[in-house]
């Protein structure tokens, strides 16, 4: 047991090691250009890309209360807190911790835990089929329109494929992420239509703010040339590049991935990529990890003078 302890530890820390040095090998990419970007920073820029983020923080919290609550009647002040939290603990901790915090602060849903699991699951298997979706999609338009074409109609055959394999593909989904969901029965558990459109929907709509985010990271940068396609393309794959499990929560990958993919399809330096790319990664990192916090703290202040 402790040999095993011990080994994980390691492994951890190896992690942790092999983040910090791909973030620190981006930064010397910068050649000074990443300095230059924090100096030259205004108010006006720092405040649009806060609450662009903030919009991101909003979306995703409320994404969750509305999968894990049938009505506003079952939520209460404590799934609110665990559900504000969800973005920063899935960032600090590893193993999701803020969509479990979320799922246990729920408890007062009038859905049973199994019905909560398996939405929560839902939400973010669409997250990661969109993403690929919206990857595939823009990278294929940016090389042949013909390509892109015939891309749209195999996302569309495959829809509806997936609409009809998306329990059982929620129940493999889940038991990798140890999530209780119950036995899985082909009969009953049917995924309503409306909900697998309205999760697909949000899911669109989560990532479009996230690549508009970026955006304007590399527009701050005096970089004109590149189009919003373009980008949300990079975000699609640096997201998608988080999944190789070496660093906690692809720190390093995520940014090395946004870098190369930004000089590859954008046509810019590798200097100016490099340095976009790990500003988009820290203000990503400061947001999410300070802003809920800071939220919490802003929806309790006034239920506390109310109760002194």
Known sequence: MDSKRFRKYLLRLASVA????????LYFSTDGEFTQFIKSMNLQTMLILIAVYAGI?????????????????????????????????NMLLPGR????????????????????????????????????IIGTILAASLLNYTLMLAMILAVIIGSMVVYKILPFLVGKFASVLKLPIGEFKPEEDHIALKRFALTGISSVLFWIIQGWFTYLVINSFTVDMMSFTTVLAAVAAANLSKLIPITPGGVGIYE????????????????????????????????????PWLGLAFSNSPKSEEEE
């Not at 983040?19 to 090998?25: E, H, R, T, V």
């Not at 002040?77 to 559900?83: I, L």
């Not at 602060?105 to 839902?122: C, F, K, M």
């Not at 930004?262 to 810019?268: A, D, F, N, P, V």
């Open 97 to 132: 911790a803020g969509d479990l915090n979320a799922l246990v602060g729920s408890r007062a849903s009038d859905w049973p835990i199994g019905q909560r699991t398996r939405n929560l699951v839902l939400l973010r298997l669409m997250d990661l089929v969109v993403l690929a």
């Open 256 to 291: 090395n991935t946004l870098a190369f993919t930004l000089t590859y399809l954008g046509g810019i330096s590798v200097e100016i990529a490099a340095a976009a790319a790990l500003a988009d990664g820290v203000l990503r990192y400061v947001l999410t990890a300070s802003m």
């Open 18 to 25: 092999i983040g910090i040095s791909l973030m620190a090998y």
């Open 57 to 89: 923080l909003i979306i995703d919290i409320s994404r969750l209360i509305v999968i894990l609550h049938p009505s506003k009647k079952s939520v209460n002040p404590t799934s609110v807190r665990a559900t504000i939290l969800a973005p920063s603990l």
